[in-house]
């Protein structure tokens, strides 16, 4: 399978103790703000019986896919399912990768998201371990069914893999057709609030926003995340805001600290809240972040 386009998205060692900081420092991130190719992969005749994956989402679509139990490595935010969390940890997928860690765990795969920085540096070194590196960067949302199918065809759980694939794949068209003639609702998508950054023109989630009847107030933007200043916010005046966070309490922080602005549902604009581990992760609980997405679209428009 030769995938077109990577996702922009990548929040690979963020804290979940705080649902807006990325590796503590915005720059950090913004290396994963890239789109490209991913190379082919789910072609080897192989089987693999210990897997490592790099990518909280890659981990996530592996247990979907029915294969949890081949593996026997991952990233330090690989905490999803709660089984992942007692996987060994090789790094944290974006600025380490420790070989050596790799190397102990004897994988026969090695599953990445993007061919960059780090993970280049340890694809050529495990090259020369014989362990093969090979990629999965879904793009758009029907990507995230195919590929688990192509996991699981991969680690011989295609059963498993086709189901869940179905399942998926009728949770979004279920979406598409009850949102298909919906009034059109204007949003911005808040990543972090220090610096201010915002959704651009990332494909993931701009095809999540079309599925619900939304528009990016900043899809045409060059960039996949953007620098911004809450003035621009008020310019465009979104009908809604979403903001990255993982609980009540800081949905209520963040509506007030916009309601401070001016924007609130008083002045026609709402705000809710998605956790960023299902927003921001292309793996399969996106769908559940599309479909609450699409809810909070609807309130708006009520």
């Known amino acids: 399978m030769q995938l077109a386009t990577m996702p922009a998205w990548c929040f690979p060692d963020r804290p979940r103790t705080s649902a807006s900081k990325v590796s503590g420092v915005v720059p950090g991130f913004l290396l994963c703000f890239l789109l490209g190719i991913s190379p082919a992969w789910g072609q080897s005749v192989e089987r693999p019986v210990r897997v490592v994956t790099l990518a909280p989402h890659i981990t996530e679509m592996v247990y979907a896919a029915g294969a949890g139990t081949s593996l026997v490595g991952t990233v330090v935010s690989s905490d999803y399912p709660v ?24 994988p026969d795969l090695v599953l990445a998201w993007q061919e960059t920085g780090v993970i280049s540096a340890a694809a050529r070194s495990l090259q020369g371990l014989h362990i093969p590196v090979e990629y999965v960067a879904p793009g758009k949302l029907d990507d995230i069914p195919d590929q688990i199918q192509l996991l699981g065809k991969r680690l011989g759980t295609s059963l498993h893999a086709d189901q869940t694939a179905a399942k998926l794949r009728a949770d979004l068209d279920a979406l598409r057709k009850h949102y298909a003639e919906r009034p059109k609702v204007s949003v911005f998508i808040e990543i972090d609030d220090t610096p201010l950054y915002a959704v651009g023109n990332d494909v993931m989630l701009n095809d999540a926003l079309r599925t619900c009847g939304g528009v990016n107030v900043f899809s045409d933007s060059p960039l996949a995340a953007l ?39 008083g002045s026609g604009t709402r705000v809710s809240s998605i956790d960023p581990d299902t927003l921001f992760r292309p793996g399969p609980r996106f769908i559940e972040a599309t479909q609450k997405l699409c809810e909070a679209l609807e309130t708006a428009r009520r």
């Open 227 to 265: 620098p911004i200043g809450p003035e621009h916010i008020l310019h465009k005046h979104p009908d809604v805001i979403i903001v990255a966070q993982a609980t009540p309490q800081r949905e209520q922080q963040a509506a007030a600290r916009w309601a401070a602005l001016g924007l609130n549902a």
């Open 83 to 106: 089984a992942a969390r007692k996987l060994p940890k090789v790094g944290d997928g974006a600025s380490s990768v420790s070989v050596e860690k790799l190397a102990h765990l004897a």
